[in-house]
C-alpha cells in the first residue's frame, strides 16, 4: 500500500517550460508538505496545507505555485522553469496529533532542467 | 550561520562499530527534535523523535539531546551494512509546523 505517492518520478525538461508534479496520500492527514532537496542534500520546505489551507509558505519564487484540490492531495506547478530549478521535490504528509508530528515523504520527483 | 548544522560525512565505518551522529543547532526555541533516515533515491522516513532533552532509545538506535548545548546525537549500536544511508537531523519549536532539516550525514557500514 502506498502511503504518500508522486508522478512524475522523474522529469526532464527545457528552461522556459511549465510542468506539475502531483502528490497524494492515503494516511487520512490533515497536513501536506513540499520540499526541495538539492544536490548536497539539503532539504527545505517550501509549502505547507492543512486542509487545503496554506499555513507554510517560505520564500518561494512566484513560479511555484501548490494546489490542493481536497487534502489528500497536493500538487505543485511550476511556471518557466529554471536551471536552478533542478533538484528532488519531495511530497509530505503528517497527522495533526499532539504529540507528534511524523513526517512522512513520498519517493521524490527528479527535476532536471536543461 | 545555518539553523542547523550537520557534517556531511561522508562517514565510514566497519560492520559492529558504534556510529555517533550529531548536529548543532542555534535556535533555543526548538523542542521537537528528529532523526530521519534517508537511502539512496529514497524519500526520508523518521527513525526518532524526541521532545525536549534527555535519551530516547529504540533498539540499537539511541537519541540524545542537550538543549543546554543546543547539541543533538544519534548513536547505532553493532552498526549494519544495511544502516548505510544519509541521516537527517530535524527539528521544530512548539508552536509552528515548520520543521528544519539539517544537511544530512552520509554514513557507509563496510561489511
Known amino acids: 500500500d502506498t502511503a504518500v505517492s508522486q508522478t512524475p518520478k522523474y522529469l526532464v525538461t527545457q528552461m522556459g517550460n511549465d510542468k506539475s508534479i502531483k502528490c497524494e496520500q492515503n494516511l487520512g492527514h490533515d497536513t501536506m508538505y513540499w520540499y526541495k532537496q538539492d544536490s548536497k542534500k539539503f532539504l527545505k520546505i517550501m509549502f505547507s496545507?492543512?486542509?487545503?489551507?496554506?499555513?507554510i509558505n517560505e520564500t518561494v519564487p512566484n513560479r511555484f505555485s501548490p494546489k490542493s484540490p481536497d487534502k489528500a492531495h497536493l500538487n505543485l506547478h511550476i511556471n518557466s522553469l529554471e536551471l536552478g530549478d533542478s533538484a528532488v521535490y519531495f511530497c509530505a504528509s503528517s497527522p495533526q496529533t499532539l504529540y507528534t508530528d511524523t513526517q512522512y515523504f513520498g519517493p521524490g520527483t527528479r527535476l532536471t532542467v536543461l | 550561520q545555518k539553523e542547523v548544522e550537520q557534517d556531511p560525512g561522508p562517514l565510514s565505518v566497519p560492520e559492529g562499530a558504534i556510529v555517533s551522529l550529531n548536529c548543532t543547532y542555534s535556535?533555543?526555541?526548538?523542542?521537537?527534535f528528529m532523526w530521519y533516515r534517508q537511502y539512496s533515491r529514497k524519500g526520508p522516513e523518521l527513525l526518532m523523535y524526541?521532545?525536549?532533552?534527555g535519551n530516547k532509545e529504540d533498539g540499537r538506535f539511541t537519541a540524545q539531546v542537550d538543549k543546554s548545548s543546543k547539541y543533538i546525537s544519534l548513536f547505532i549500536r553493532d552498526s549494519q551494512p544495511s544502516d548505510s544511508a544519509t541521516y537527517l537531523c530535524?527539528?521544530?519549536?512548539?508552536?509552528?509546523?515548520?520543521?528544519?532539516f539539517g544537511t544530512g550525514t552520509k554514513l557507509q557500514v563496510i561489511p
Open positions: 530535524a527539528m521544530r519549536d512548539g508552536g509552528y509546523q515548520k520543521v528544519t
Open positions: 524526541t521532545y525536549s532533552s
Open positions: 496545507y492543512n486542509n487545503k489551507e496554506l499555513i
Open positions: 535556535n533555543s526555541a526548538f523542542q521537537y
